[in-house]
């Protein structure tokens, strides 16, 4: 069973920084694409970024482009969001997701993506 374990939510000031964290256990973790995604009150799940299976490739959107960065340690089966300079717009739930299909992209379909149950952000201005 996929499990898929966010944490380093929180409450920040505008410019300040978190690092998310999302542990994965029940199967070969460096096999997966991983990436979060985020949703704000009132609003729908939008993807924020992700990195493919081998690590070498990462995408993100633009609203986070140049202040997020994500990450995998795959000796740690962890996949990491370093945010930094964030901004009031960025208060959200960030959810981390890992593709259902071995060696595939992450993608937007939620029915091709495990989930994690979601780690509170709240930037204050």
């Known amino acids: 069973q996929v499990q898929l374990v966010e944490s380093g939510g929180g409450l920040v000031q505008a410019g300040g920084s978190l690092r998310l964290s999302c542990a994965a256990s029940g199967r070969t973790f460096s096999n997966y694409a991983m990436g979060w995604f985020r949703q704000a009150p009132g609003k729908e799940r939008e993807f924020v970024a992700r990195v493919s299976w081998s690590g070498d490739s990462t995408d993100y959107a633009d609203p986070v482009k140049g202040r997020f960065t994500i990450s995998r340690d795959n000796a740690k089966n962890t996949v990491y969001l370093q945010m930094n300079s964030l901004k009031p717009e960025d208060t959200a739930v960030y959810y981390c997701?890992?593709?259902?299909?071995?060696?595939?992209?992450?993608?937007?379909?939620?029915?091709?993506?495990?989930w994690g149950q979601g780690t509170q952000v709240t930037v204050s201005s």
């Open positions: 997701a890992s593709a259902k299909v071995r060696f595939g992209p992450l993608t937007g379909d939620p029915q091709l993506n495990y």
